[in-house]
């Protein structure tokens, strides 16, 4: 059973950066690929950026790609994702997500693939 704790949310200015970290315990962390999710009010939640077990390929949405950049230390059990050039609509609850995925270079990007999901933590980006 992974448990997932995410931390590093706060308030930014738009253009402005913050780094979000998703620390894993209970499970054998190297052995999921992981996810970054995010929901607005109002919105569903939707996909950020995932990477594989190894670190070996990463995943971005568009609306997030060249700004945003996903990362993991397997030796800390820590996923990593560093926003850079924020802007308002990147304001959201942020979710990190783990799917065991070992040896595989499958990435999903679809939130129901994932089996276990953090608590959120909120990211605000002011204009």
């Known amino acids: 059973q992974e448990q997932l704790v995410e931390s590093g949310g706060g308030l930014a200015q738009a253009g402005g950066s913050l780094r979000l970290s998703c620390a894993a315990s209970g499970g054998t962390f190297s052995r999921y690929a992981m996810g970054w999710f995010r929901q607005a009010p109002g919105k569903e939640r939707e996909f950020v950026g995932t990477i594989s077990w190894s670190g070996g390929r990463t995943l971005y949405a568009d609306s997030v790609k060249g700004r945003f950049t996903m990362s993991r230390d397997n030796a800390k059990n820590t996923v990593y994702l560093q926003m850079n050039s924020l802007k308002p609509e990147d304001t959201a609850v942020y979710y990190c997500?783990?799917?065991?995925?070992?040896?595989?270079?499958?990435?999903?990007?679809?939130?129901?693939?994932?089996?276990?999901w953090g608590q959120g933590t909120q990211v605000t980006v002011s204009s």
């Open positions: 997500a783990a799917v065991r995925r070992y040896y595989s270079d499958d990435v999903p990007t679809a939130a129901q693939e994932y089996d276990y």
